[in-house]
Nanobody
Framework: QVQFVESGGGLVQPGGSLRLSCTAS????????TGWYRQAPGKQRELVAA???????NYADSVKGRFIISRDNDKNTVYLQMNSLKPEDTAVYSC?????????????WGQGTQVTVSS
């Protein structure tokens, strides 16, 4: 059974930074693509960053240049370093395996981690 456990969210002022962690079980992050998704209130969940098996990274235009996705294979954990945060980054952040279209492959989601950007 695949499980993801996200952590690291919190309340931060605009321009601040946070580092999110996603630890997987039943799923090897080193052998597949893993993505960070976010869902803001009243909006659809969107894929914001992904890292492939080979280490290639991809970002949504809205976060490009500000967010960095990385991976620690030994810890089976994927990270999302978020810099220059904006109020519009406020959302619940979760991880999953993205399909080629960006939709999440696994139906089950972790509890996510809340990120709130506000002064």
């Amino acid at each position: 059974q695949v499980q993801f456990v996200e952590s690291g969210g919190g309340l931060v002022q605009p321009g601040g930074s946070l580092r999110l962690s996603c630890t997987a079980s039943g799923f090897m992050v080193s052998l597949s693509t893993t993505g960070w998704y976010r869902q803001a209130p009243g909006k659809q969940r969107e894929l914001v960053a992904a890292i492939t098996r080979g280490g290639t990274t991809n970002y949504a235009d809205s976060v490009k240049g500000r967010f960095i996705i990385s991976r620690d294979n030994d810890k089976n954990t994927v990270y999302l370093q978020m810099n220059s945060l904006k109020p519009e980054d406020t959302a619940v952040y979760s991880c999953n395996k993205p399909s080629s279209t960006g939709r999440a492959v696994f139906d089950s989601w972790g509890q996510g981690t809340q990120v709130t950007v506000s002064s």
